[in-house]
């Protein structure tokens, strides 16, 4: 079956450090790829998406590239802020056999930026 | 715009206890898709109705959980009766109308989180 797996975290970074997240995801297909986001005390917000192989999604600073050869999503983004601080989960969506397009998520990883 | 609302947004009970969770979807969005996170886990896929239609419930883990959705609207979790393992936080998302490119964002909720005691 589908699965992602995610770099456990938490992540304490300063304010204005470097953000690696990796990801990794096995699958059937050619499936699309999520970054998506939770910030405290709301639902999960899509960051950012890729939908074929080398393709780069981006938003808001962040980015990851598809990289079918090895299977990753790396998240990543130059300079954090305080305001980045939330829960960023790596996703995947392919077409189950009842052709529903089913989310399979990381486990997730908090990231607490501190000034 | 208004999102995905979901009520309660958290919920204490005891085990054997029922509990109905809802879930609003944004106006017009055929597609509507339940997800449960339990601590320490992943956040896994549950259900996915197309209007009115179960179109896929494999995520369902047993029989005492039932979805439904009326008129293709609302949609409703109820689980009866309540086991320990349940506890997590349950996701809403919809999304609308699958097109031709298979693939659309789903919007999701800000959860409801059950506490089974």
């Known amino acids: 079956g589908n699965s992602v797996t995610q770099m456990e975290g938490p992540v304490t970074l300063s304010e204005e450090a470097f953000l690696t997240i990796n990801c990794t995801y096995t699958?059937?297909?050619?499936?699309?790829l999520f970054w998506y986001v939770q910030y405290p005390g709301e639902g999960l917000q899509l960051l950012l998406k890729?939908?074929?192989?080398?393709d780069k999604g981006s938003n808001k600073g962040f980015e990851a590239t598809y990289r079918k050869e090895t299977t990753s999503f790396h998240l990543e983004k130059g300079s954090v802020q305080v305001s980045d601080s939330a829960v960023y989960f790596c996703?995947?969506?392919?077409?189950?056999?009842?052709?529903?397009?089913?989310?399979?998520f990381g486990k997730g990883t908090k990231l607490s930026v501190i000034p | 715009e208004a999102g995905v609302t979901q009520f309660p947004s958290h919920s204490v009970i005891e085990k054997g206890q029922t509990v109905t969770l809802r879930c609003d979807p944004i106006?017009?969005?055929?597609?509507l898709y339940w997800y449960r996170r339990v601590m320490g886990k992943e956040i896994k896929f549950l259900l996915h109705?197309?209007?009115?239609?179960?179109?896929?419930e494999s995520g369902m883990p047993n029989n005492r959980f039932l979805a439904e959705r009326t008129g293709g609207t609302y949609s409703t979790l109820k689980v009866q009766p309540a086991e320990l393992e349940d506890s997590g936080v349950y996701f809403c998302?919809?999304?609308?109308?699958?097109?031709?490119?298979?693939?659309?964002?789903?919007?999701f909720g800000p959860g409801t989180r059950l506490t089974v005691l």
């Open positions: 998302a919809s999304s609308p109308k699958t097109g031709t490119s298979g693939v659309n964002e789903q919007f």
């Open positions: 996703a995947l969506v392919a077409i189950s056999g009842a052709g529903s397009y089913q989310l399979t």
């Open positions: 890729a939908t074929k192989a080398d």
């Open positions: 699958a059937t297909g050619y499936p699309s």
């Open positions: 109705f197309v209007k009115e239609s179960k179109q896929d």
């Open positions: 106006s017009g969005h055929d597609n």
